[in-house]
Every structure is written in structure tokens, then in C-alpha cells.
T-cell receptor
């Protein structure tokens, strides 16, 4: 079955710098890749997603890139701000999976002032 | 307001004392799911339900039961809780139109002594 690996487990960056979180997946049939953000003490919330027919998607300071050949996708956050501090989860799903998401283990992003 | 609610939010109990964590959504979503979140392990799915009276096991179903008698409710039942079920539990739901965007409840922090 599908397996999603996420790296790094913790990432500390200076405020204003960029942050990149990477995920790899094993099932080449996976075609949907969401990213969720979980602030401390809060619930996970979808922040951006990408489908396999697209190589990159941007939404203001966040972007996701997908490399289907290498089976990896990445979250990029530019001009990081204190409110970006959170745990970020990647996930993967295939079209016939009946709503199922396979989750990465999460990355704790720390923004240093 | 569209939302997923869980009750209780916090619970301390003792080994073997049956408990139920309720989950309710007001968005008419077909899909509902239960996750547990433990440090370093990310989100692990316990059970999910595709619709009323349709439930299936996730990755870590042992020690848990669920039911889906109504579309809006998806309770999680621990018949005989044990200390290894101490965790943060999230309920989530999604619709048929955007079935991979999962909306999470606020979480239930359970401690089993």
C-alpha cells in the first residue's frame, strides 16, 4: 500500500527566510496531495493541495511542487512570519481510494524572531 | 456555521471504564473518520465511514468501535480503555464533491489511568 515519508521532522528558520518541507510517496497511482497546518492546540486545516496533472500551485506565500517521476512533493513557504509556526502534514491519495488519505508524520516548523 | 464538533474535549478516565466520544457535523458530509494523534506518529486513522451504516477499519482499529446510524453523527466507543489509548483524538468529515478536503473537529484529549 501507499506510504508517505515526510522530512524534516523539525525545521527552524529565521523570520523572513524561506522554509521547505518535503514528502515522498510510494504509490505511483496517487494523484492528490494536500498539505494541512496544525497550530498549537488547534485542529489540522487544509492550506493547499495539488493534483497530479499540475506541477506547481501557489497561494500567496505558500506553494506546492510535485515531481511525479521522482514521486515527491514539497511545500514552500516564503517570507516566513511568526504565525507560520505550526506542525505541517502532507498526505497522498489515489482517485479510487474512497476518500482515504495516507498521512506523513508531520514537520514542526519553528520561526525564530 | 459549518462545523465538526466533538465531546468531551478533555477526559480523564480509568482502565476498563467504557466511554464514548461523540462527533457531529452539520455539513451533510457523507464521509466521516476518526484519527488518533501521538507525538512523532502523526495522524493515524482508527475507523472511517463512507455513509450511514457503512463503516470500515483504518490503520489502528484495535480496542475501538464506531457506529453510523445517522449521517451527522459518528461516535467513537472504547469498550475497555487501556493506558495505551491515551491520546489526542480527532474526528473529521468530507463531502462527495470535495471528498479529499477533510474538516476536523477540535479534538478530544483522552487520558486513561
Amino acid at each position: 500500500g501507499e506510504n508517505v515519508e515526510q522530512h524534516p521532522s523539525t525545521l527552524s528558520v529565521q523570520e523572513g527566510d524561506s522554509a521547505v518541507i518535503k514528502c515522498t510517496y510510494s504509490d505511483s497511482a496517487s494523484n492528490y496531495f494536500p498539505w494541512y497546518k496544525q497550530e498549537l492546540g488547534k485542529r489540522p486545516q487544509l492550506i493547499i493541495d495539488i493534483r497530479s496533472n499540475v506541477g506547481e500551485k501557489k497561494d500567496q506565500r505558500i506553494a506546492v511542487t510535485l515531481n511525479k517521476t521522482a514521486k515527491h512533493f514539497s511545500l514552500h513557504i516564503t517570507e516566513t512570519q511568526p504565525e507560520d509556526s505550526a506542525v505541517y502534514f502532507c498526505a497522498a491519495s489515489r482517485w479510487d481510494s474512497n476518500y482515504q488519505l495516507i498521512w506523513g508524520a508531520g514537520t514542526k516548523l519553528i520561526i525564530k524572531p | 456555521e459549518a462545523q465538526v464538533t466533538q465531546n468531551p474535549r478533555y477526559l480523564i478516565t480509568v482502565t476498563g471504564k467504557k466511554l464514548t466520544v461523540t462527533c457531529s457535523q452539520n455539513m451533510n458530509h457523507e464521509y466521516m473518520s476518526w484519527y488518533r494523534q501521538d507525538p512523532g506518529l502523526g495522524l493515524r486513522q482508527i475507523y472511517y465511514s463512507m455513509n450511514v451504516e457503512v463503516t470500515d477499519k483504518g490503520d489502528v482499529p484495535e480496542g475501538y468501535k464506531v457506529s453510523r446510524k445517522e449521517k451527522r453523527n459518528f461516535p467513537l466507543i472504547l469498550e475497555s480503555p487501556s493506558p495505551n489509548q491515551t491520546s489526542l483524538y480527532f474526528c473529521a468529515s468530507s463531502s462527495g464533491t470535495r471528498k479529499y478536503e477533510q474538516f476536523f473537529g477540535p479534538g478530544t484529549r483522552l487520558t486513561v489511568l
